[in-house]
């Protein structure tokens, strides 16, 4: 069974674009949450989408959107990169997204914003 | 908001000797688990604990989870250089997971 695919590995953008990551979910899994990781914050809830629909999301300012389409596919945007932008973006998949459903992560996007 | 606390942040140690990290929260969560970061990679579940007082053995991995199921440990016994990476915990409620704020094992050969 493939794991969860995130692409691209890595990315450098300049203050100012947009960039869009996307991730692959374990198949027949249909909750796919996105988190941000940094040193200093650690990891972050950015939202959770369930069967193409938005079912939580974290603290996080409008810049940061996301969907899921029907294969379960999610993307990640973030608009008018900030530096303080540059992290690892881990997307997680599970079957239901239910307490003791385990998340399994891909291998993360590494963002850097100069 | 940091729903999770974990200490300590940081933990250098020589091979074969023991350690304990602990996970703190004021919040009630259905089941906690434990997952294992190494540089490059994604976290990858140790173990998922879900009953108040429930403790989990992994080989030299001992979880425990707390009465109030507020709180859990995983001590490690007889370390070893493999276990190095970011030690991360996660209290689940609903379907939302809430991680710590994570500890960074280096184990020394």
């Known amino acids: 069974k493939a794991g969860v695919t995130q692409t691209p590995r890595y990315l450098i953008k300049t203050r100012g674009q947009q960039v869009t990551l996307s991730c692959s979910p374990i198949?027949?899994?249909?909750?796919v949450s996105w988190y941000q990781q940094t040193p200093g914050q650690g990891l972050q809830f950015l939202f959770e989408?369930?069967?193409?629909?938005?079912?939580n999301k974290g603290n996080f300012p409008g810049r940061f959107s996301g969907r899921q389409f029907s294969n379960s596919r999610s993307e990640m945007n973030v608009s008018t990169l900030e530096l303080g932008d540059s992290a690892l973006y881990l997307c997680a998949s599970s079957s239901t997204g239910q307490g003791g459903t385990e998340a399994f992560f891909g291998q993360g996007t590494r963002l850097t914003v100069v | 908001t940091q729903l999770l606390e974990q200490s300590p942040q940081f933990l250098s140690i020589q091979e074969g000797e023991n350690l304990t990290v602990y996970c703190n929260s004021s919040s009630v969560f259905s089941s906690l688990q434990w997952y294992r970061q190494e540089p490059g990679e994604g976290p990858v579940l140790l173990v998922t604990?879900?009953?108040?007082?429930e403790v989990k053995k992994l080989k030299r991995l001992t979880f425990q989870f707390g009465d109030a199921r507020k709180d859990s440990s995983l001590h490690i016994t007889a370390a070893q250089p493999g276990d190095t990476g970011l030690y991360l915990c996660?209290?689940?409620?609903?379907?939302?997971?809430?991680f710590g704020t994570g500890t960074s094992l280096t184990v020394i050969p």
């Open positions: 996660a209290g689940v409620t609903g379907n939302q997971f809430y």
């Open positions: 198949s027949g899994h249909r909750s």
């Open positions: 989408y369930f069967s193409e629909t938005q079912r």
């Open positions: 604990v879900v009953t108040g007082g």
